[in-house]
């Protein structure tokens, strides 16, 4: 399996056992607002100690070769520094170093494409909506919130039925991405502020100007509105207000990997997971792939260059460090399958990467065997492809031919806006998925203006504004945002609620302090209650009448029990709490 090869490539049980005793992850307060290439010249690099070294030892020589040391993950040997262009062979030389690399960023969520359903971008969730205005709202499901009667998502998985039996209290769900409006009246309830944190710093070259002295955001903030959208998924409160989430009563904590613009950077990530690990989450949704690289090979792709291979060595080794302690710390690791329309057992040429810096992309041969789409094809990662409304695979969701990789676990709806073709649902916002969206992110597409109110291009998305209060002539009411995105970005939040439903249910401990579930037993409930559904008549599905192109045309292999569209199948909230 290809997990097993990760491991055995990476030597991570050694390490493991070598650092075990080691302190946890410190972050050192970042001193240079950009962690990229400053126009002084200066850049920021990791650097991978060896298994059983000392990283503050490590650091401490780096500060000796001049670098600026920003943080030090002790559990994972990790060291991100600052300097000048000649410190990444002079790190290189230190004793102690496995590997070490310009930092870049691992994973995007870009800002949204104009005009209705563009073809989708590799492994990139995608925010565009559909054309028309918000009019009137289906009627909920008893006991639910009020828009929750556009959440077909949620009736898929039977998670309005599962919340007779659980509703997620005590579990702790992260949320691994560009942020979480933690204000957002629907996220409020939940948010748990004492924990969350980021762990990014704003770049002005990709970012914008900073909004902070120290261009560091608090821990409530989501300028790009995808971490909020899917947090949104999993736990929005149910509260008369708004939506609910698959597991209405989780704690919700941001741990921040992304930047404001949705590069998601070596460094920040793995601190992340680590920091999963060392506070007791139970659950974290990993919505995003390994950048620059859509895949890290091993060694690099034969058109790589010997730098760009050490780079891809230096994120394998790391993410799966992270990922191997996050899970031996019980956390359950849920990530996206991708939108790049892909069998991930036979992956066409990369096109796109290194996708940052701009214009460095050029062809590349990818070899299933030696690389890896990270974090979903990493260690212990349950994997979620992507379904319409009519249950069908999204034709943009990624999949995988060879039952036996490990690279698709599950399936969950996350939305196909041209489901339903011959209906009056095709290429409609129904065909989406609702959920909270933080204000600054619809300011920042001007789908609502400086004073709160949905413009034009925010009426033709669909951006729905719900108030509560009562108006006074010399008050606002106080309001959110729902908006409708589609990509692989929100199934995983669906299975990720499901997931944490299942430990809520079955995990054990008196407090949240010690309430948990063994992961494999989370995947274990996951997919052995998952619905079963079969592939489509043929096994080909051609998406061509709905306009897509002969490349979308997939091919479903394996049985009803488990195939390579739906995995073990769509995950199923009442399932796994009974």
Not at 341 to 362: A, V, W
Not at 464 to 490: E, N
Not at 550 to 566: L, Q
Request: net charge negative; glycine share 12%.
């Amino acid at each position: 399996m290809r997990r097993s090869r990760i491991v055995a490539l990476t030597g991570t049980a050694a390490l493991l056992a070598a650092i075990a005793g080691s302190a946890t992850a410190t972050a050192v307060p970042n001193v240079v607002a950009a962690p990229t290439t400053t126009a002084s010249g200066t850049a920021s690099y990791v650097v991978l100690v060896d298994a059983g070294r000392d990283a503050k030892a490590v650091a401490a020589s780096l500060r000796k070769a001049g670098g600026t040391v920003t943080s030090v993950n002790t559990r994972i040997g990790l060291v991100t520094v600052q300097g000048s262009s000649g410190l990444l062979a002079k790190a290189r030389g230190l004793a102690g170093v496995k590997g070490a690399a310009k930092e870049r960023s691992i994973g995007t969520a870009p800002t949204r494409a104009k005009g209705p359903d563009p073809i989708e971008k590799e492994h990139v969730f995608d925010k565009t909506r559909a054309n028309g205005t918000y009019k009137s709202t289906p009627p909920p499901p008893a006991g639910a919130d009020p828009l929750d009667g556009h959440l077909w998502g949620l009736e898929m998985v039977n998670a309005f039925e599962a919340r007779a039996t659980e509703k997620g209290d005590k579990v702790r769900v992260g949320v691994l991405d560009t942020g979480v409006d933690g204000t957002h009246l629907d996220l409020a309830p939940n948010f748990d502020a004492a924990l969350s944190r980021n762990f990014t710093t704003d770049m002005p070259d990709i970012d914008g100007p900073c909004d902070t002295a120290d261009c560091t955001d608090d821990a409530d903030v989501d300028q790009n509105g995808h971490g909020t959208h899917v947090a949104g998924t999993i736990g929005a409160a149910l509260n008369g207000f708004g939506v609910s989430g698959i597991a209405p009563d989780v704690d919700i904590v941001n741990i921040r990997g992304g930047q404001d613009s949705g590069y998601f950077f070596l460094g920040p990530v793995t601190n992340a997971l680590t920091y999963a690990g060392d506070t007791g989450l139970d659950v974290v949704n990993m919505s995003f792939y390994v950048d620059p690289w859509l895949y890290n090979c091993a060694g690099g792709a034969p058109e790589d260059s010997p730098e760009e291979a050490a780079e891809q060595d230096v994120i394998i080794e790391a993410m799966t460090r992270a990922l191997d302690y996050a899970n031996s710390k019980n956390v359950t690791l849920v990530g996206a399958l991708g939108n790049n329309h892909e069998d991930l057992s036979n992956p066409r040429t990369d096109l796109t990467s290194p996708d940052y810096p701009g214009g460095t992309e050029h062809p590349r041969t990818i070899d299933n065997d030696t690389c890896w789409d990270l974090p979903v094809e990493g260690p212990h990662v349950i994997g979620v492809s992507a379904l319409g409304p009519s249950g069908e695979k999204a034709d943009y969701s990624n999949y995988a031919t060879d039952l036996d990789s490990g690279e698709i676990e599950v399936s969950a709806p996350g939305g196909w806006y041209r489901d339903g073709i011959g209906t009056d649902t095709f290429m409609t916002n129904g065909n989406l998925i609702l959920s909270s969206a933080s204000l600054a992110s619809l300011q920042e597409t001007g789908e609502v203006d400086k004073n709160g109110n949905i413009t034009k291009p925010g009426r033709d998305a669909g951006v729905i504004k719900q108030c509560t209060g009562v108006r006074q002539p010399d008050q606002k009411a106080t309001c959110s945002y729902y908006a409708w995105f589609q990509g692989t970005s929100m199934a995983s939040p669906h299975a990720a609620g499901v997931a944490a439903l299942a430990v809520g249910a079955h995990g054990t401990g008196a407090s949240t302090d010690t309430f948990t579930l063994a992961p494999a037993t989370t995947k274990s409930l996951l997919m052995d209650t998952a619905t079963d559904h079969a592939c489509p008549a043929g096994g080909v599905r051609s998406y061509e009448p709905e306009g897509r192109s002969a490349e979308f045309t997939a091919r479903c292999v394996g049985t009803t029990d488990f195939n390579s569209f739906y995995g073990d199948g769509i995950v199923n909230a009442a399932g796994v709490v009974q």
